[in-house]
């Protein structure tokens, strides 16, 4: 059983940046690839970034790509995203998530949602003009 606890969330004009992390337990963590999601009420959940299970291989957003870097630390449990130049249109809550099938660390982990098996209870960001 995995438990996933996001936090770093809060409130930051336009153009700021936040750092959310996520806190993983178990000892098979670093077999995991992680990824951030985000989903607004009455909305679908959507790909932020990913990061496979060794850290060589990452897949963004295009929404994000150039100004989100998702990294992770295994001998901590933990993965984070850095986000800069933040965007009004990046408000809503973001979720971390793992995905336990074991694959190569050089292979881009996937996008789609539903290939990830454990979910954080959800951190907010809210960016204001």
């Known amino acids: 059983q995995v438990q996933l606890v996001e936090s770093g969330g809060g409130l930051v004009q336009a153009g700021g940046s936040l750092r959310l992390s996520c806190a993983a337990s178990?000892?098979?963590?670093?077999?995991?690839?992680m990824g951030w999601f985000r989903q607004a009420p009455g909305k679908e959940r959507e790909f932020v970034a990913a990061?496979?299970?060794?850290?060589?291989?990452?897949n963004y957003a295009d929404s994000v790509n150039g100004r989100f870097t998702i990294s992770r630390d295994n001998a901590k449990n933990t993965v984070n995203l850095q986000m800069n130049s933040l965007k009004p249109e990046d408000t809503t809550t973001y979720y971390c998530a793992a995905d336990d099938r074991f694959g190569g660390n050089w292979r881009r982990p996937s996008l789609d949602l539903r290939q990830y098996d454990y979910w954080g209870q959800g951190t907010q960001v809210t960016v204001q003009v």
């Open positions: 990061i496979s299970w060794g850290g060589g291989s990452t």
């Open positions: 178990g000892r098979t963590f670093s077999r995991y690839n």
